[in-house]
Structures are given as structure tokens and as C-alpha cells.
């Protein structure tokens, strides 16, 4: 229980500081927002009173505090180029990227650990080397390479989807679901390998050392009750990873969505990284940073659940 | 010499990944090395005659919309890509180094400190911390090459101060310290050479993510501009064309996938070494 | 591992499981048409986002193609480049062309029910005046002297100074009084009325029933923003997209089996436009001299296959009445005139200078490649640095912060006055600081000019000086080529950077 209050702890820190940090670096930046709210052909007069409005005149922690706030509550402020609340541009698009990144992880999940498996039981196998050769081709592939070939061979050559007929989930939820499948395994595809590669590694680890040795020797391995265990431990540092993994894929989607024509959060990232369009950039970028800060605490938090033994780092 | 030359003669032939990754590494390198010296022809002249064409002897991986010579153009654009690759790693692996070791050697608040903006430079993907830098400097491939490197050094501060924490309190460590070496001393000297095999494999792992993520970010369009192109900028050019003219795209994808192929195999290769 | 076995059944049931989920994820991704197969529906895709929906407050021909189909003025432009009446239905004009005279068009209402009164035609008007003391949205509007209601269906608009050209301007869109947020749910008269708009998603229209002309035939109406240029042929070919405007020639050939073709002009003045405030283009043999160096019929052949129609000066062919052909041949290609014009300018050894494009128009990339390698002829290095169209917008466009770029320049309304008033030194709009007190001069004679003859020959002697001074290096009127899918007929194309969709219709089984 300490620990996991510690480790609340920690994560609030990280996301004060990750709050700092986005509102320094945007709030560094030369340009006036007000301007930029505003455009250039704006008479001085209204300038000097938006910028009181928006409280630009305020110093800075007073801004920041405000900001924060405004972000915990939800509201991001106003978009510098379609003049409407940030909060409205994103909420309708998250669906969209965070279906894509889950039917990623579970398509890495439901192919990595049954194979990772297989071949770390198969291991020195043709079938084990091949594969392992296979994994490292397919982790050599960049994603939107990828992306383009999967988008040629069944999209154009199969006809397995239409490219760029992306259906939102406001109008069609299967159809969006379908169209989201290839974009996932885009995105899955290098995760897979990667999964993979570290499960059988950890597994044969696991299994060369000395607790399972001598339950070897005793016999022990018939009721798979070993098998059980040096699975266990061998999941510990994938868990981790898959971890990691999860944030990974939504970033791995803001070059996907380029290629597949998919209006999700990265197209809207994008264009407003190229547009200065800041309260938008933000306010995406500090949700994925709140998204990957709480899902390295839950990684934490379980991976304390599977393996007590764990104490503090460096303590 | 013809020791390591047997060593390495021994190797290649017990060592499939060792033999596979020099051969293609040597393949892109030998690439990019002649490529500075010559390519068939200017990587930027064009030439409407022969738009968009296929493989074929003058131009052995066909020509781009411009009429440009598309492996003139891959042996310029991997050079790029390379450098790029290259200059971020160095940067991560540095400014990384120093962060980790000193953190790691001196702990209390200033660990406590940059571990947490480390923490938080970890909540963001490489790919995202590179772009949101890149959009406060703006587009171009110095802002890439600096964006991505920063974007690195969380990764290789983490590994080092691990390392280093480990070796802080062993035996050899206390020794020289009780024989009253500098600070300095004992983590440049001491500490550093002692964990270089733990750097090196991250460098090279690094590597091969920067080319990625390199590839990635020009596919955005927020890399190098035209009309000289890295390899994932001629990429998402490429991209239209595949019906007509395959070769356009494929050429500069599997010259990608070779270079960080290469660079694996030489990884698990070095790995395995005997 | 080997030999030591773990639990084989759960291993296989596990990849049972996976198999079953790919199977069946697989067999529910087959081929799904999105468009097409409803002919009274159609998606367009165009290359980038629309930057409002206020009909008064957007900039970009992008923005006002898209919105033509929804707004209209007291007249509008037809595809022959004549005026018709439009929300009035009748007009007349005073013989000192001060006094414009407009019947409201009977029975015309607007996509929200309502029945347009003189009384919105006043508002409309007055909005783009700057009567409240800001700067005019319209700059020509500040000649209004006043707009007056003559009775319910009358309204009189009067100019301060005669002015034979201003019924080019009263396209401008009228809109309704009662409307408190035009920026967010625009209301006009036009064949489509606006259902929705999702940034950088897409934009979606309805056809209005009640329009008071020929009404649309396809009923729905969806513009796709489509911002990857790549992504065009797959999206057509894959069946996202029924149409597209304005794609290059190269990938009409890759459609051409598939799709209708249409090929006509953008109407657009592309250049390489120089700032010439800045050093080194601050010197007219500089500018001169990239003209000798930039051939326009090469950057056409690598660009468009060839099609596209050269320009001297800034002004497109298909305005006939005002075009000049013959000052396509100020500047023939010459590189040692350019260089001689270069060293006569101090600058023997080259100079260095960046072409900021905007990334989504394909051919304006191109084409700044195709001059880049051009002007390495004469020693001169172009850097080309490419930016997002709002980027592009605010940097180069309003706050002409800017070397060189290439884009191309439409005309908004039918008079050559849309063209050639930007280049008046004091222009707001003058995006090359073109400084010249000879063209300011013969401008405003052709502005104050109320013959008709005599207002052409000043705007063609506008031209004249544009080409001699090497304002910037004209290039060309990009080819048109517009992609429609085969179940569609009917485009058409205007003299004005605009998309009528009221016009495309299924065709007849």
C-alpha cells in the first residue's frame, strides 16, 4: 500500500511537471495569441482588450495555474483557428484513436504471447529461427511503409477495404470498426515482433534458472504448474513493455492516420503543429502525456500485484 | 591482426547474424560512401523526357514525377537519413551519458529533480516530443536532427543511471574512493568504461529507432525539404505513384528496411560474439 | 527449451482463439463501397481544410469554391464570365455609374425559411463597408457612399465616385440580419444549404429545396478534406471520393480509365512571386534577370505534361478581354542575359534565397523544384521551405514575411481590377511590395475611368508595366483537370476559382 502511495505520488509529480514543462514551451514561443485569435487587420484597441480577456496580462504563474486548472476541468481554451473551444475539436476524435491503439494492443497481445511461446518452446527450431527472422525484417520495417504496402496489396489489389473510405463511428460503428482493422495492424505489426522477441527471450531466461532447473530434475513439469510459474515471471518485464507499448501505439497512429486518410487526434495535431494553432497542440499533447503517466502507474501497480518481491527501486 | 582476422573468419561462419549484418550494412554503407563521391546522375536534375519510368539498365531503380534519377536520389537521401540517425544518437547518447551518470554518481534532490523531468520527457513518444519541439523551431532537418535528439536522451539517461547505480556500490568503486579519486574521476574513469557494453547495445538499438523515427517525421513532411529528399520524404512523394511506377516506392522502402535490418542483425550478431 | 514442454493445450487453444478473431475480422473486412452506388449523393475531395464559414471573413479560393454553392450575391457569376442576377432579379445602373439600382428577387428565401427583405441586402452590404469605422472587408466597398432602401423589394446602392466595373463586386454574399453567428451556421440563398462542418474532416451540404432557380440534382452533398496529396488516386480509385478538383496531370493519367476526365484551366495567375522589398529583389535586373532564367514551358512540361497556358503579366487567358499574349515574350528564356543582367546588379557570383510553398498544392511544389533547378543555371541557389496552408497564409500572405513563394493568385470577382489592384503600392493585399508610381497612376486612371474601352486599355497598360518591371516571374494558368466518377456528368468550369455542384447530375441509366 506504501508503495502504491509513493508511486501516486511520483505520477502526480511527473504530470505537475510535464504541465510545466508544455506550458513554459508554449508559452516561450514569440508570437501574441491575441494576434493570432484575432489576425493582423485587428485595430490595437480590440487587441489590448482581448489580450486583458484571455489574461495575458496576468504574470506567469498566474496563467499557468489557470491553465492547469482550465485543464483539469476541461477546458482548454479557444482553438487560434476555428475560434471554438479545444475541448469540442478533440473529444469527437478521440474515439477514433483510441480504438485504432486498442484493437492494436489487442491484436499484439492475442498474436505475441502465443507465439512468443511457441517458439521459446520451439526454441533452435527452423520454425523458431525463422520466425525470429521474420521479426526482425518486420521491426526494420518502418510503419507507414507498411502502411502503404497493406494499403496496396488489400486495399487496391484484395479489395479488403476501400483506402481513405474511413466511415466515423457516428455513422456506422462496424463499418468504422472494419476500417480501422488494417491501420491497426499497421500500427500492431512491429509491436508484435517486438513482443515476441522479448517473451521468448525472458521465457527461456526464466526457464534456464535455478529454481526451474531443480524442479526439472525433480520431475516437476507434469502438471504444468511449473509452466504456469515460469510463464509468471516471464510476463513480468513484458508487462512492462506492453506498457509502454500502449503509448507507443497512439503515437505510432499519428503517422498511420496519415497514411490511411484517418480524421482521428493525430490529423488535428498536425495540422495545428504546422498552423500554430497551441491551445490545440496543448491540450493533445498533454492528454497523451496523461494517458502514458497513468498507464505507467497501473504498469506499476501490477506488476507489484504479479511480483511482491519488487521493492523500491534503488532502496 | 590475422588474430582478430581468424576470430572474425570464425565467427562470420558460426555467426549467421554477424555474416547477414556486415553484408547488408556494408551494402548501405557502401551506398551512401560512393554516393558522396559520385552518383549516376545530379541527385536534382530532371528531365521530362523520362518521367516516372521503371527499372531499366540507365536507371537501375527508375526515376521519380520529375524525372529524376531515383537512385541517385536514394544514395543522397540515405546519406541524409543516415546522418540524421546518426547525429541523434550521438546527441541522446551524450547529453544522456552525463545526465544519467551524474545523476546516478550524486543522487539526493538533484536525482529526485531531473529523474522527474526525465520521467515526464518519458511520457511523451519520441515521435511526439520530437514534434511538438519541432513545432516551437520550426520545420527543417537541423530542427529534426536536435528535436530527435533531445527526444533521446531520456532513454539513454535512464539506462546509464541505472548502470550506474549499480556499480556506485561495488567493491572496486568503494576502494577508489577510499583512496580519495574526484568525483569526476571515479564516473569518467572509473564508473563509465565499466558500463560501456550496456551503452553500446543501447546505441545501437537507438540507431535504429532514429532512422525510424526519422523516416516517420519526413513522411510527415516536417524533415528535410524538397527538392533534396531523405529516404521517408521520397517515401510519402512516392506514395501516389505506386500503380504506375512501383519501383519509386519500393526502392526507397526496402533501402530503409535494409539500413536498420543491417544495423539488427549486427546487434544480435555482436551479441553472440565468441 | 527443448524437450521441456510446456502446456501444449493451452498454447493451442490459444492460437485457436487468435486465428478465430483474425478469421472472422478478416471476413467482416469485405469490399464496402462507401460513395458511388447512391447517385443522389456525392463526396468531393478538396486539398485543404476551409478556413470559416462566415461569407464576409475568409480568405482563400479554397474557402470560397466550396461555399459559392451556398451563399450568393445580388448577382453571380455564370461560367461564360457574365453577371446574371441572383438574388435580385433585376438591375439598373446610373449613366455615371454611381447609382446602382436592385430589384429584390421575388419569393427568395433564405436555407432558414425566411423571406429575404431589402432590409438583409442593406445589412449585407453595410457589413463588408466598414461603416463602423474599421478597415472595409472589402476594400472597393469604401466607394459606397451609402445603401438605401427605396421601398420593400428596392434597394439603391450609391458610389461616391462612378465606378462602371462595381457590379463585379456585388457578388459579395447576402446573408440574413437575423442571423447572430454567420461564423458558425452560415445562412444564405444558394442551391446547398450547410449542414455541418468538422475541421480538417469535411464539410457537408444539403440541396436546398426551395432555391429560387434550377435546383440542384444530387441531393447530399459531402466536401472531404483530403489534405494528403498522396492520398488522392487511392482515395478515388478506392471509391472514398467521387470527385476530385484540380489534379495533376499525372495522376488524371493514372485515373483516366476510371474516371471522367475534365480538362480545362484554374484561372489562376502562378508566378514566382519575389518580394520586392527585400534585397537582392529590391533591384529590377535581379527580378529580370530570374525572369530570363525561368522557363515557363519547361516547369509546364515537368509539372503538367505539357498543359497549362503560359502568362506574362497577372493576367489568365481566359479573362480575353483584358489578356495580353504577346508579353509572354518580355522575357524568352536567355541565361547569359540573365547572367549579364545579375553581374550589371553586383551579384556575378549568384545569390542565395528561400521559396516558402505551401505543402497541400502539389504543383506549387513542383513547380518551385522545377525553378529551383532552373535558376542553378545562372548561379542562383533556391531553398525551398515548405509550410501548411494557414502558415502560409498568415506568414507569407498577410504579414508578408517572405522571400519568394510560389502560389497562384485567383481573381474574386470578374473585373481585372481583382487582379491588378493588388499590385497598387499602398495595397493592403500588394503581396510583392510592388513599388511604382507609374502603375499607381494608370491604376487609378483606370478605376476612375467610367468607359468601358477606355478602363480596359488603362488596366492593359497595368499589365504592360507589371511585365516590364519584372514584378515577379509569371508563369502560367495551371491546367484544370477535374476527376468525376462515371455514374456523374455535367461539371463545368467558371472563369473563377469556384466548384458549382448544383450543376453535376447522375447520369441517366
Known amino acids: 500500500m506504501k508503495y502504491i502511495i509513493k508511486k501516486l505520488g511520483m505520477m502526480i509529480a511527473t504530470l505537475l511537471v510535464v504541465s510545466i514543462c508544455v506550458f513554459l514551451a508554449f508559452s516561450i514561443i514569440p508570437g501574441d495569441p491575441a494576434l493570432r485569435l484575432l489576425g493582423t487587420e485587428a485595430s490595437p484597441e480590440l487587441l489590448a482588450q482581448t489580450r486583458q480577456q484571455m489574461g495575458l496580462t496576468d504574470p506567469l504563474p498566474v496563467r499557468y495555474l489557470r491553465w492547469f486548472l482550465g485543464f483539469i476541468r476541461g477546458d482548454f481554451g479557444v482553438s487560434y483557428n476555428y475560434k471554438t473551444p479545444v475541448a469540442g475539436m478533440i473529444v469527437s476524435k478521440i474515439p477514433i484513436t483510441l480504438t485504432m491503439a486498442a484493437m492494436a494492443f489487442l491484436m499484439t497481445i492475442l498474436i505475441s504471447i502465443p507465439l512468443g511461446i511457441f517458439t521459446a518452446k520451439h526454441e533452435g527450431s527452423w520454425l523458431d529461427r525463422g520466425i525470429i527472422v521474420i521479426n526482425q525484417i518486420i521491426m526494420a520495417v518502418p510503419p507507414f511503409f507498411s502502411g502503404i504496402l497493406i494499403t496496396f496489396i488489400f486495399g487496391m489489389i484484395l479489395r479488403l477495404f476501400t483506402p481513405g473510405g474511413f466511415v466515423n463511428y457516428t455513422a456506422d460503428v462496424g463499418r468504422f470498426v472494419r476500417y480501422l482493422f488494417f491501420p491497426s495492424v499497421a500500427i500492431a505489426l512491429p509491436k508484435i515482433a517486438m513482443t515476441v522477441r522479448m517473451l521468448r527471450g525472458s521465457l527461456i531466461d526464466e526457464a534456464a534458472k535455478d529454481y526451474s532447473r531443480t524442479a526439472y530434475s525433480r520431475g516437476n513439469n507434469t502438471n504444468g504448474v511449473l509452466y504456469r510459474h515460469i510463464l509468471k515471471n516471464a510476463l513480468i518485464p513484458v508487462i512492462t513493455f ?11 497512429s499519428i503517422v498511420i492516420e496519415q497514411v490511411f486518410s484517418i480524421p482521428g487526434i493525430s490529423r488535428i495535431l498536425l495540422t495545428s503543429i504546422s498552423n500554430r494553432d497551441y491551445p490545440v497542440v496543448e491540450a493533445i499533447i498533454m492528454g497523451i502525456a496523461t494517458i502514458v503517466i497513468v498507464v505507467n502507474f497501473l504498469v506499476d501497480v501490477i506488476y507489484r500485484i504479479i511480483d511482491p518481491r519488487i521493492g523500491f527501486e534503488d532502496e | 591482426m590475422s588474430k582478430v ?19 547488408i550494412t556494408g551494402m548501405v554503407l557502401l551506398l551512401i560512401i560512393v554516393g558522396l563521391f559520385w552518383t549516376p546522375y545530379e541527385p536534382t536534375a530532371m528531365n521530362a523526357k523520362e518521367k516516372l519510368s521503371g527499372i531499366s539498365l540507365r536507371h537501375p531503380m527508375g526515376t521519380d514525377n520529375m524525372g529524376r534519377d531515383v537512385l541517385s536520389r536514394v544514395m543522397y537521401g540515405s546519406r541524409i537519413t543516415l546522418f540524421i540517425a546518426m547525429g541523434t544518437v550521438a546527441i541522446g547518447a551524450f547529453a544522456g551519458t552525463i545526465i ?80 580519495g579519486v574526484s568525483d569526476l574521476r571515479m564516473i569518467f574513469v572509473h564508473i563509465l568504461p565499466n558500463i560501456k557494453g550496456v551503452l553500446a547495445s543501447a546505441i545501437l538499438i537507438g540507431f535504429n529507432n532514429a532512422v525510424l523515427a526519422e523516416a516517420g517525421l519526413s513522411y510527415l513532411g516536417v524533415g528535410s525539404q524538397p527538392p533534396y529528399a531523405s529516404l521517408g520524404r521520397m517515401l510519402s512523394d512516392a506514395q501516389q505513384y505506386m500503380f504506375t511506377t512501383p519501383s519509386y516506392v519500393l526502392c526507397p522502402g526496402i533501402v530503409i528496411v535494409l539500413m536498420v535490418l543491417g544495423f539488427a542483425f549486427l546487434g544480435e550478431g555482436i551479441s553472440r560474439w565468441k | 527449451m527443448t524437450g521441456r514442454s510446456f502446456n501444449r493445450k493451452a498454447v493451442s487453444k490459444l492460437l485457436t482463439i487468435v486465428l478465430a478473431t483474425l478469421t472472422i475480422a478478416l471476413s467482416g473486412c469485405s469490399s464496402d463501397k462507401t460513395a458511388g452506388d447512391d447517385s443522389s449523393k456525392i463526396t468531393i475531395g478538396i486539398p485543404q481544410d476551409i478556413s470559416g464559414l462566415d461569407p464576409h471573413n475568409i480568405t482563400g479560393a479554397g474557402t470560397k469554391e466550396v461555399l459559392f454553392n451556398v451563399f450568393e450575391g445580388l448577382v453571380k457569376p455564370d461560367e461564360n464570365g457574365n453577371l446574371n442576377p441572383a438574388v435580385a432579379s433585376d438591375y439598373t445602373i ?54 438605401s432602401i427605396v421601398d420593400d423589394s428596392h434597394v439603391d446602392v450609391v458610389l461616391t465616385e462612378g465606378d462602371s466595373d462595381f457590379l463585379t463586386q456585388l457578388t459579395v454574399a447576402i446573408i440574413p440580419k437575423s442571423n447572430q453567428t454567420p461564423d458558425s451556421t452560415p445562412i444564405g440563398t444558394g442551391p446547398y444549404k450547410f449542414v455541418s462542418w468538422s475541421p480538417q474532416e469535411s464539410v457537408v451540404m444539403t440541396r436546398f429545396d426551395d432555391y429560387w432557380g434550377e435546383k440542384a440534382f444530387i441531393k447530399d452533398v459531402t466536401f472531404k478534406i483530403t489534405s494528403n496529396p498522396d492520398a488522392i488516386v487511392m482515395d478515388l480509385k478506392g471509391g472514398s471520393i467521387d470527385m476530385f478538383p484540380r489534379i495533376t496531370s499525372t495522376q488524371a493519367e493514372q485515373l483516366k480509365d476510371e474516371f471522367m476526365i475534365y480538362e480545362g484551366t484554374m484561372n489562376l495567375v502562378q508566378a514566382l512571386y519575389i518580394n520586392n522589398a527585400e534585397k537582392p529583389f529590391d533591384d529590377v535586373r535581379v527580378r529580370q534577370a530570374l525572369c530570363y532564367a525561368i522557363n515557363p514551358q519547361e516547369i509546364m512540361d515537368f509539372v503538367s505534361d505539357g498543359a497549362g497556358a503560359e502568362i506574362g503579366s497577372a493576367m489568365f487567358p481566359s479573362y480575353s478581354k483584358y489578356f495580353l499574349p504577346e508579353l509572354n515574350d518580355t522575357y524568352n528564356t536567355d541565361t547569359d542575359k540573365a547572367k549579364e543582367l545579375l553581374a550589371q546588379a553586383g551579384y556575378q557570383n549568384g545569390f542565395e534565397f528561400t521559396i516558402t510553398v505551401p505543402s497541400n498544392y502539389t504543383q506549387h511544389v513542383d513547380t518551385a523544384q522545377v525553378v529551383s533547378e532552373q535558376l542553378k543555371a545562372i548561379g542562383v541557389t533556391a531553398n525551398i521551405q515548405e509550410v501548411e496552408w494557414n502558415t502560409w497564409l498568415s506568414d507569407v500572405y498577410t504579414d508578408k514575411n517572405y522571400q519568394a513563394t510560389v502560389v497562384g493568385i485567383d481573381a474574386s470577382t470578374l473585373s481585372a481590377s481583382s487582379l491588378l489592384a493588388r499590385y497598387v503600392s499602398d495595397s493592403p493585399k500588394n503581396l510583392v511590395h510592388f513599388n511604382s508610381r507609374e502603375y499607381d497612376e494608370t491604376y487609378s486612371k483606370a478605376v476612375a475611368t467610367a468607359d468601358d474601352k477606355e478602363k480596359t486599355e488603362y488596366y492593359k497598360e497595368c499589365e504592360r508595366i507589371l511585365s516590364k518591371e519584372a514584378a515577379s516571374v509569371y508563369i502560367q494558368d495551371l491546367p484544370e483537370f477535374v476527376a468525376l466518377n462515371r455514374k456523374f456528368t455535367g461539371y463545368v468550369f467558371y472563369p473563377i476559382y469556384v466548384q458549382d455542384i448544383a450543376r453535376i447530375r447522375p447520369v441517366e441509366q
Open chain 2, 5 to 23: 582476422g581468424k576470430k572474425l573468419k570464425k565467427n562470420m561462419r558460426d555467426n549467421p547474424y554477424l555474416a547477414a549484418g556486415l553484408v
Open chain 1, 242 to 252: 506492453l506498457g509502454m507499448t500502449l503509448a507507443d501505439m497512439v503515437a505510432g
Open chain 2, 100 to 179: 544519467g551518470a551524474v545523476t546516478g554518481y550524486f543522487g539526493g534532490m538533484l536525482d529526485e529533480v531531473m529523474m522527474r523531468i526525465i520521467d515526464a520527457m518519458f511520457a511523451f513518444p519520441s515521435i511526439l516530443l520530437a514534434l511538438v519541439i519541432i513545432s516551437i523551431f520550426g520545420t527543417g532537418w537541423v530542427q529534426l536532427l536536435v528535436s530527435l535528439g533531445i527526444a533521446f536522451v531520456p532513454s539513454f539517461a535512464r539506462i546509464v543511471r541505472g548502470e550506474v547505480l549499480r556499480c556506485r556500490n561495488m567493491d572496486y568503486v568503494e576502494n577508489a574512493r577510499l583512496q
Open chain 3, 94 to 147: 446610373s449613366d455615371d455609374s454611381k447609382v446602382y439600382s436592385f430589384t429584390l428577387r421575388d419569393g427568395i428565401r433564405f436555407h432558414d425559411g425566411s423571406a429575404v427583405t431589402a432590409e438583409d441586402i442593406k445589412y449585407s452590404l453595410e457589413r463588408n463597408c466598414g461603416l463602423d469605422g474599421s478597415e472595409p472587408l472589402i476594400k472597393s466597398f469604401s466607394n459606397i457612399e451609402s445603401v
